[in-house]
């Protein structure tokens, strides 16, 4: 273990370290986080979701690939999970989410990016307009999908299109997850509560299923995440009084 490694476990310094060197705490963070995912409630995991989001927010931001986005993707999640979201708010605020580089011929990305902004604006909702715009945009998505879906698939070569539709089945089962905790807030009913945490479980597991056959890594286990949050989400949420007027 190299010695900026060793100072980060004991009392670490963020502000006074290279940015190769945060990057490699925050993946080493990463993997710790992974080996704890079902001891969710110890302060160690707690904590190392803490830690990931302030190594996230000293690092530059940017938006300009789909791996910039799966990165705050996770900054998000981990900060949630950390009861940092207020933290990750106020990071989120300084900058323009709604400047994300977004082409529609691009369907695969573009599915991806649209979520994620609504996904983010479920997470971090602050009135009933928030919740009403995330449902929208996935509404939005089911219109676009008529117009764009195929003619994407038809111009990629052969041998990745099976990949590339494995990608797009896996967004719109998350998509669905979104669209279903966004519904469960705005409706306010308890009565339904495990039928909707059965059907959270089940797209979350689908697109965890296609992700993995499409060979893409990095999604497969973004949905690991988003399968914590979910639940997490929900618990929190659902003895809540749900002030969320407009």
Same mark, same amino acid.
């Given at each position: 273990?190299?010695?900026?490694? !060793?100072? +980060?476990l004991?009392?670490?310094?963020l %502000? &006074? #370290? ?9 993946? @080493?963070?990463?993997?710790r ?8 409630n110890?302060?160690e ?12 927010i000293l ?15 996770k900054?998000?999640i ?5 009861n940092?979201s207020?933290?990750? !708010?106020? +990071? ?5 989410? %709604? &400047? #994300?580089?977004l082409d529609?011929?691009?369907w695969?990305?573009y @599915?991806?990016?649209?979520i ?14 928030d919740?009403l ?6 509404n939005q ?15 990629l070569?052969?041998?990745?299109k ?11 089962y +998350? ?11 705005l ?29 893409n ?16 989400f ?8 749900r002030?969320?007027?407009?």
């Open positions: 273990m190299v010695d900026f490694e !060793k100072e +980060f004991v009392s670490p310094k %502000n &006074n #370290l290279k940015e190769s060197e945060l990057i490699r705490l925050k993946e @080493l963070c990463e993997l986080i992974l080996e704890l995912l079902d001891w969710q110890t302060p995991f707690t904590n190392l979701c803490s830690k990931y989001v302030d190594m996230s690092l530059p931001f940017q938006l300009k690939t789909d791996e910039d986005v799966y990165e705050i993707l900054l998000v981990f900060g949630y999970l950390a940092r207020q933290s990750v !708010k106020d +990071f989120l605020n300084q900058h323009d989410l %709604n &400047n #994300l580089d529609i011929t691009e695969n990305s @599915l991806f990016r649209q994620f902004k609504a996904f983010t604006r479920l997470v971090l909702f602050e009135s009933k307009n919740i715009s995330s449902i929208n945009l996935i998505l089911r219109v676009e999908q008529k117009q764009f879906e195929l003619s994407y698939l038809k111009k070569e052969e041998e990745y099976p990949s590339k539709a494995l990608e797009i089945v896996s967004f719109y +998350f998509a669905k997850t979104v669209e279903l905790l966004a519904q469960y807030l409706e306010n009913k308890i009565q339904n509560q495990n039928d909707i945490k059965n059907k959270i479980s089940k797209y979350i597991n689908k697109s965890k299923e296609s992700a993995g056959f499409s060979g890594k990095m999604i497969e286990l973004t949905y690991v995440y988003i399968k914590i949050f979910s639940f997490e929900f618990k929190r949420n659902e003895n809540h009084q002030l969320i007027e407009i």
